[in-house]
């Protein structure tokens, strides 16, 4: 039986009869059902025979008998009353008449099959349809994207006379002139609309994620809004989807507060890395949990955007805690879409077309300039090195020179090595169903093209959900998600041969290609110039292949049981397959790539995940008291295998990866297989007084096989409360008011994200000379530990919730403390083992933050709506412990000058660690300088290192605006970061190494001369000739804040008319752009500050090397429905 929300509005649609088949087949295993004849009510006859038993248990009979369904207002209702009802073939209107007849309950039937139950003392005297009325009032409700709203509760205002509109939207009603008519409907904001002369009123409703009775999911279950004790983020496939993604999280950035998700890479493969609230871990992974329609998955990098319903962001300990063990970097729960109970099939499609290019790019050096940094650097050389050899600078070379020793090319490589990316996306849907089965069918095709070039991702996803309910206590359902995606990528790693290097790097002198067709190369020089070796980008990206598919099969099935009236047991599985092949050549012209003749890997790897997960629930509410609780038991394994073969020696480049055999200098196969398994008992309580006052309990206990014998077990518990203020009598009559809820939460979470056997020793094998023979050999190269535990955050969250003026102002804020313990680090052991360290459970880390969330509807007329929404967080990381003494660790990334980065009590994760940069020598300061082995023009530092700035930010936030007009909507969407900084490692090699290899613009223009000597950048030297002198130093780090036009689009919803003569329910053209623009500091040189990190660990954040330029995208689409 459905109940009523507060306000009296439908929880579930009318349905439509006399239904026009659209399509005669879906997936060619389903078909339509056909929908009975009009006058249901009038047709369908009843027979009762109950004695002694609840009106409640009278209605339960009803339905399950019969398509009707009965909606209600708790407060306003009581079933409780006994009674006895005997009737034979009697139709509805007799049967509830008998029944209602010595009670305070009165009805009215709505399209046949919905019946409202309401207090006698609100009906009016006279029926509704004979009040004497002046005009006839016709019209359709609609959603934003021209989609019909079945069940829309359409009241004149001040009396309880009123409609509901049909399947189609539509609804009749009498009412006067100076009627006001009241539309509502669960997820939409009130609309209220004068009558006046009107004989039709078309309506658009605004979806209200705000609404109290919103349900979302919590993990094992749903929960009303209003209930919720925790802090609980909601995203809809509209707001997920308001520009054009190529994955599930991009959606995602700037629309949570207190999630952060950094796009770390320009390349349509990239993955976006997203932090809740705060790193909290420093050698495990901070990833929070995806959880996709209640499974586990490692990650969402290829889930089709377009394919999710919604999804739930679970911050605070109050929500996550459910989750134990793996919820301590925040959970996601994504629910996809599936069928439709609406009695009709729809069929959708979505698409667009995409055109990327490069937002900006480097001030590098062009050709004349560069050629004058390489003399300048040969003729300081004796300065430098007075006893070696003095290079002569020449420009004879006539592959590269002119008779006049000109540059023949001054290629921007920049360019070359990128191109205007065009990348499309096609999404078609079917969905179908009714109460008893529906089915939902979705099949997509991208392909999505980076601005490198040849760097290219194609994926095709079909997905199909199958839900049934045969009987009213039984309901089964089964997904299924299919993925293959190819990808054309290039080597992402750090090596001077990476293409978003080289085209930084490469002397523009060279051309992409000779005119006998060969490419070029920086060896390529008969002059004395002693570059770096490295292949031109073009060359590298045109002629090696690095070849990816990724297959993955995802699903899971479930059977829900109705014990009793409130109680159901569920059971479901869930799997997750994934297997990927890598093909990878190299051909034998790429010097010092393919190491040498020809370099070919094949890999290969496949990961099988399933959890089978059981749980009773009950919800039950008595007069002013609503009960839920929840109890089950988990089982989740995963296996994980790979091979990997690699060879180098080809006598030509024809077999490349296909017949490895052919190398000359194969390398021995590479093998992996690992295991891992979790057990785990929850459960949850909660209840609610009045609407008014909510606690909500949960608990753990996982046991996981990642752990030392001793600490195989944990029990991770949580607690929230929660106070509706407005409902309490002194705000229960605000006219400005509508919401004041305060909630605060306390729990404990895990983290078990380590690699399997982290507690066990480890032995390596090798070879060993023994009596002059080299013989196999194996040798304990990591010591056990048996005590090894999950790392545990505990966490209080005080929120609160307002809205005010009819909820077109609404306010959420909470503040944070978290801390993580038994951080998982390596602590130091005594020589005499053998070992250095051994990993352990020693140090602690916290996150303290606000964050707080405003939305206003500024405007909200028929024709003109303007809402704005803002977030922003602020987040404190502060490292606690680091184990007995608190001794600083330099956990690297060590290059240059040892350990980039440290970690020491009091200051942030992601602490850049170097020289301060005091500016450079002058001649003035030859003594001084020599004392610390220096000569004027080179870099005047401090004698110690210290934290020159941290990687992680102390805001983020967004600022977004919505507008429509008539059938026009607009979005702009601004986002921000600060407090954060960034460190510009590609310094070393585009302004520390001058002469060897391209570089920036600065080194010409800002650097030292005996004219130029109040600067921060050295004096040009070649380093071949003369070495050079680069230390990670203030001089590399630049603020990190900056401000995005994130996305501006405008787009267009054809009206009723037009849709009907193109035989459309609904269609939508729009235009976006994404990255506009960023406004950044001066002192940044690369090209965008958006968060990168290096080797992806959380003491590497915003380290710059040379990035993937992101590209700022101009987008066409459209969606229709029919």
Same mark, same amino acid.
């Given at each position: 039986m ?7 509005m ?21 078909? &339509?059902?056909?929908m ?8 369908t ?16 009979k009803i ?23 005997q ?20 009805? +009215?039937? !709505? ?10 003392? @609100? ?19 609609k ?53 006046g ?6 309506? /658009? ?25 925790g802090?609980?983020?909601?995203l809809?496939?509209?707001d ?22 950094f ?6 493969s ?30 969402i ?12 962001v ?6 996550a ?6 919820g301590a ?14 009695g ?9 077309i995409?055109?990327?290019?490069m937002q ?9 300039e ?16 007075p ?10 070379d ?15 490589w ?10 499309n996306? @096609? ?34 996803s079909g ?10 206590? &039984?309901?089964?359902g089964?997904?299924?998600l ?19 290097r080289?085209?930084?790097? =490469?002397?523009?002198?060279f ?7 060969? !490419?070029?190369g ?16 073009v @060359? /590298? ?50 010097v ?5 003749n020809?370099?070919?890997r ?8 399933w959890?089978?997960e ?8 008595i007069?002013? @008291? ?20 690699q060879?180098?020696?080809f ?13 000359s200098?194969p390398?021995a ?6 295991k ?6 929850f459960?949850r309580?909660?209840?609610t007084?009045?609407?008014?006052? =909510? ?5 753990r /206990? ?52 380590i690699?399997?056997?982290s ?8 070879t ?24 545990k ?45 051994? %990993? ?12 707080? =969330? ?18 922003? +967080?602020y987040?404190?990381?502060?490292i ?9 660790? &330099?956990?690297?990334?060590n ?18 660690w170097? !020289?301060?940069?005091?500016g ?5 300061e030859?003594?001084e ?5 220096a ?11 210290k934290?020159?700035?941290k ?8 600022f977004? +605006? ?11 969407d ?26 920036l ?8 001369t ?5 600067? =921060? ?25 900056y401000?995005?036009?994130n ?12 849709l009907?003569?193109?035989g ?16 950044h500091?001066k ?7 958006e ?10 954040q ?9 590209? %700022? ?10």
């Open positions: 459905e109940k009523n929300n507060p306000n009296g439908l929880l579930t649609h009318p349905i439509k009869n006399n239904l026009r088949a659209k399509l005669m087949v879906v997936l060619l295993l389903f078909s &339509l059902f056909k009975q004849a009009n006058s249901y009510a009038e047709n006859k009843i027979s009762l025979k109950l004695e002694n038993v609840s009106l409640e248990e009278v209605l339960n339905e399950s008998d019969t398509e009707f369904r009965f909606l209600y207002r708790d407060k306003n209702i009581s079933l409780d009353e006994k009674v006895s009802i009737v034979k073939n009697k139709t509805i209107d007799v049967v509830l008449n008998e029944l209602f007849k010595n009670s305070q309950i009165s009805y +009215n039937i !709505y399209n046949n099959r919905q019946i409202r139950l309401m207090p006698k003392k @609100h009906i009016s005297a006279e029926p509704i349809d004979y009040v004497p009325v002046q005009n006839e009032v016709s019209g359709t409700v959603d934003t994207d021209g989609t019909p709203i079945p069940g829309v509760s359409v009241v004149i205002k001040g009396t309880t006379k009123g409609v509901a509109t049909d399947f189609d939207g539509v609804f009749d009603i009498n009412a006067n002139s100076d009627d006001i008519l009241v539309f509502s409907s669960i997820g939409f904001a009130n609309y209220e609309v004068l009558v002369n009107q004989s039709n009123i078309e309506v /658009v409703m605004q979806a209200e994620a705000a609404s109290l009775d919103e349900v979302v999911v919590v993990g094992y279950g749903t929960q009303r809004k209003s209930d919720l004790t802090a609980v983020g909601v809809s496939n509209e997920l989807l308001k520009a054009p993604v190529n994955n599930s999280l991009q959606g995602l950035q700037g629309k949570v507060a207190g999630v952060n998700v796009l770390n890479s320009g390349s349509p990239g993955e976006p890395k997203i932090v809740i609230r705060g790193v909290g871990t420093i050698n495990s992974s901070s990833n929070p949990l995806y959880v996709v329609d209640g499974v586990a998955m490692e990650d990098k290829y889930l089709n955007p377009n394919d999710i319903e919604r999804m739930e679970l911050k605070d300990a109050s929500s805690a459910i989750y134990g063990a793996r970097n925040g959970v996601v729960l994504i629910t996809t879409k599936r069928g439709t109970q609406s009709r099939m729809t069929i959708g499609y979505d698409g667009f995409s055109v990327g290019q900006n790019k480097m001030d590098l050096l062009n050709a004349e560069w050629l004058d940094v390489v003399r300048i650097g040969m003729e300081n050389t004796p300065k430098y090195r006893d070696g050899p003095v290079p002569v600078f020449t420009t004879n006539p592959r590269l020179f002119d008779s006049s020793g000109k540059p023949l090319y001054d290629t921007d920049q360019d070359e090595a990128t191109r205007t990316a065009i990348s996306n @096609h999404q078609l849907s079917i969905q179908s169903g009714d109460d008893k089965s529906s089915i939902g069918a979705f099949l997509n095709y991208s392909h999505m093209e980076g601005i490198m070039l040849n760097n290219d991702v194609d994926r095709i997905k199909i959900a199958y839900d049934i309910n045969p009987k009213d206590w &039984l309901s089964f089964v997904n299924l299919v993925n293959n995606v190819k990808e054309r990528e290039f080597e992402e790693g750090g090596g001077g041969q990476v293409p978003r080289t085209m930084i790097e =490469m002397p523009p002198i051309p992409v290609k000779f005119p006998d067709g060969t !490419y070029s920086s060896f390529d020089i008969e002059d004395a110039y002693n570059l770096e070796a490295m292949a031109n980008p @060359h /590298v990206l045109e002629t090696q292949e690095r070849l990816w598919e990724r297959n993955q099969i995802f699903g899971n099935a479930f059977a829900k049981f109705t014990i009793l009236p409130g109680l159901e047991f569920r059971t479901q599985f869930g799997f997750d397959k994934r297997i990927n092949n890598k093909q990878e050549y190299s051909p034998r012209d790429l010092n790539i393919s190491a040498p020809g370099f070919a094949v890999y290969n790897s496949k990961s099988t995940y959890q089978q059981n749980y009773l629930t009950y919800q039950k509410e007069d002013d @008291h609503r009960f839920n609780g929840m109890l089950g038991l988990s089982w989740q394994e995963n296996m994980f295998e790979s091979s990997d073969i060879a180098s020696g006598s030509d480049d024809f077999f490349k990866y296909n017949n490895i055999g052919a190398a200098n390398s196969p590479v093998s992996n297989y690992n891992w398994a979790l057990n785990s008992y459960l309580a909660g209840y007084l009045k609407d008014k006052y =909510m606690v909500t309990l949960t608990g /206990v996982d046991g996981s096989s990642r752990f030392g014998t001793n600490n195989k077990y944990g029990f991770f518990p949580s607690a929230g409360l929660g106070w509706m203020m407005s409902e309490e009598d002194f705000l229960a009559d605000s006219a400005i008011i509508n919401r004041l809820k305060l909630r605060a939460s306390y729990g404990i979470t895990g983290n078990t994200e690699p399997a056997y507690s066990l020793a480890t032995v390596s094998t090798g060993i000379l023994l009596n002059g023979t080299r013989v196999a050999a194996s040798s304990v190269n990591r010591l056990s530990n048996p005590d090894l535990e999950w790392e955050t505990s966490q209080l969250d005080i929120g609160l919730d307002f809205g005010a003026f009819n909820n077109r102002l609404r306010f959420e804020f909470d503040y944070y403390y978290k801390e993580t313990t038994d951080l998982l680090l390596d602590r130091p052991v005594p020589y005499a083992t053998g070992f250095v360290s051994v %990993r352990d459970n020693i140090g602690a880390v916290s996150n303290e933050g606000i964050e707080a =969330m405003l939305v206003t509807q500024n405007i909200a007329n028929p024709d003109f709506n303007w809402q704005t929404s803002f977030n922003i +967080n987040n404190k990381n502060t606690k412990s680091l184990g007995e003494n608190d001794e600083d660790i &330099l956990p690297g990334p290059w240059v000058s040892g350990s980039q980065t440290i970690l020491r009590v009091g200051e942030s994760l992601s602490s850049f170097g !020289y301060e940069r005091l450079t020598w002058g001649t003035d030859a003594q300088a020599a004392l610390v082995g000569l004027p023009g080179e870099a005047k530092r401090s004698e110690e290192k934290i020159l700035g990687g992680l930010p102390d805001f983020t936030g967004s977004s +605006n919505t507008f429509n007009y008539k059938n026009f909507d607009f979005t702009a601004i986002q921000f970061v600060g407090g954060v900084d960034i460190m510009q490692q590609f310094y070393h090699s585009t302004e520390d190494r001058s002469g060897i290899a391209n570089g613009a600065t080194i010409l223009y800002d650097g030292w005996e004219q130029n000597q109040n600067t =921060m950048v050295q004096e040009i030297r070649n380093q071949s000739y003369a070495g050079q002198n680069s230390q990670v130093d203030s001089h590399w780090i630049a603020n990190g804040s401000i995005r036009g996305l501006f689009s405008l787009g267009y919803s054809f009206n009723e008319a037009a009907e003569s193109m459309l329910n609904n269609l939508r053209v729009y235009a976006s752009l994404e990255n506009a623009f960023v406004i500091s002192d940044f040189q690369g090209y965008d500050p968060a990168t990190s290096w080797g992806g660990d959380q003491w590497g915003n380290i710059f090397f040379f990035q993937y330029p992101k590209p %700022r995208t101009f987008t066409l689409g459209c969606s229709l429905k029919f």
